[in-house]
């Protein structure tokens, strides 16, 4: 085991956050935000960002998670420091916290059945309390248990005063002790529950900043119970308001509480949904636009306020736009490969993948990347370069492709084919001479010229379709679509 796992904390001047993940799911955008903050703010300092994978409930922790997880901040660019911590494999130092609180009197042991739990539950909460546990065997003697009755440790919880924690986002807050239960540290098997493990991996891990959810709120009162009893000091805290969507209920899959990588299967650039989740419950003046380095210069805590947050596509779709936009036309390429996964008939995209795509996609993108809002669009958008002859046509293209206009289409091909030295300049040039010459608007022309060669009646500037295609397969379909 690293040096990292001392049982004394590590001592550093320098800032220390850690994501702590379960293993459970995806990567969802609430914990994708929760890691970026966490990110931002150790860069901004010079400091570290942990990874702790906190897979203590056995039963629901899953490789497939783990390896999401893990995937999901590789593809946002959220790099970690140091090796993966499996909270799991820290099981013994656990029971080695526990154990010296039972030694110490902070805790006891306690042989409570499950029934009898139970009856204190309804009844506490009959009667509108919310300490649940009733001290059952805060003081008793362990020799009255139970035979063969395997008991949990608890934590021996002040009663009474108040547990406060000066929080960095929430400000202060203050519960009563007397509305907090003793906590149980060591579960009847001898596992630890995820309080007690929390506590003890940040401190050994010598987290300076706990930077999380407010569902995570409650747990700060009982953790910090749990640092006082050890005489450990607590990490500064920040509870950042949870995401939810537009009309203000909690996220829902319609909102978009899904996987990162679903977002990355929709066409979002990491980038971009980077630059979306910063400012997602956190500001810097009017900004909405921010590189990664602005990002890192800009953040801080005292940024985020303390309502939820609104997701909202349409915002991140427009984002995205932009940064498609202002993308570099090899990466884009590039990031068209590489999302080709995602795609129904990806699979035949990536076949038709050759030296000749490749250079007509990057002619093309200049174009294709100004009305694209996401990679499925750009995919969307650049069929023409990979459609099969004949062509499919559309219903909307197949009603331009009247009996009249195929043969407007005959009599430019015929034009065209004068065309020798092939660019979007000789071939627009070639087509006004043509609409003049026939008493026709340019538009009458470019339509049922735009349905011939791409099936379709959208797409990219017919002149820069043309340039792409090239001038052998611009002729062969419109053969195709010309009277026999």
């Given amino acids: 085991m690293p040096p990292l796992f001392a049982t004394t904390p ?20 609430g914990g994708a935000r929760t890691a970026l903050f966490n990110w931002l703010y150790a860069k901004k300092r010079g400091g570290k960002m942990l990874l702790r994978i906190e897979d203590t409930d056995r039963e629901r922790s899953t490789e497939p998670a783990i390896a999401a997880i893990l995937d999901g901040l590789r593809w946002l660019e959220l790099d970690w420091d140091g090796e993966v911590i499996y909270q799991f494999t820290r099981a013994a130092r656990h029971r080695e916290v526990a154990e010296t609180l039972l030694a110490s009197g902070k805790a006891y042991r306690c042989y409570a059945t499950p029934e009898e739990l139970t009856a204190m539950r309804e009844k506490a909460r009959a009667e509108g309390r919310t300490r649940l546990y ?12 139970p035979p063969g ?5 608890r934590l021996r919880a002040l009663q009474t005063g108040e547990t406060v924690i000066e929080d960095q986002v929430q400000g202060r807050v203050v519960w009563q002790n007397e509305n907090l239960d003793d906590l149980v ?20 891990m010598g987290v300076t900043h706990v930077i999380r959810g407010d569902d995570h ?6 953790q910090k119970q749990i640092y006082d009893a050890l005489g450990w ?118 076949a038709k993948l050759n030296d000749t795509t490749r250079s007509q996609l990057l002619q093309a993108m200049p174009s294709l990347k100004e009305r694209a809002k996401t990679l499925i669009e750009l995919i969307d958008s650049a ?22 206009n195929r043969a407007l289409i005959g009599r430019l091909r015929v034009a065209l084919e004068a065309v020798m030295v092939w660019t979007a300049e000789t071939t627009e040039a070639a087509m006004r001479a043509f609409a003049d010459q026939n008493g026709l608007k340019l538009g009458a022309v470019a339509q049922p010229l735009r349905a011939a060669l791409t099936g379709r009646t959208t797409s990219p500037g017919i002149f820069d379709v043309l340039a792409v295609l090239g001038r052998q397969e611009c002729l062969a379909r419109l053969g195709d679509q010309s009277p026999a």
């Fill in 10 to 29: 590590v001592m550093t001047d320098s800032v220390v956050t850690r994501f702590a993940p379960s293993p459970t799911g995806f990567l969802h955008i």
């Fill in 134 to 145: 009733d001290g059952l065997w805060r003081d008793r003697d362990p020799s009255e248990a």
């Fill in 149 to 153: 009755m395997k008991p949990t440790i």
């Fill in 185 to 204: 540290l060591l579960r009847g098997d001898g596992n630890p529950t995820y309080m007690l493990a929390v506590v003890v991996d940040d401190h050994d």
């Fill in 217 to 222: 709120l409650i747990n700060a009162a009982r």
């Fill in 233 to 350: 000091g607590i990490p500064s805290m920040s509870h950042i308001p949870l995401i939810h969507g537009p009309d203000g209920s909690k996220l829902s899959k319609r909102h978009g509480a899904l996987g990162v990588d679903a977002y990355r299967a929709m066409g979002y650039l990491p980038a971009a949904l980077r630059n979306y989740l910063v400012r997602l419950g956190w500001s810097h003046g009017d900004q909405e636009v921010f590189s990664t380095e602005e990002m890192i210069a800009a953040f801080d805590l005292s940024g985020i306020g303390r309502s939820a947050a609104r997701f909202d596509f349409a915002k991140l779709e427009n984002l995205n736009g932009h940064y498609i936009r202002h993308s570099d036309d090899q990466s884009l390429v590039n990031m068209f490969e590489g999302v080709l996964v995602y795609v129904p008939n990806g699979a035949d995209l990536k």
């Fill in 383 to 404: 069929y023409f370069i990979f459609a099969d002859r004949p062509l499919e046509i559309d219903p909307k293209a197949a009603a331009l492709l009247t009996a009249e």
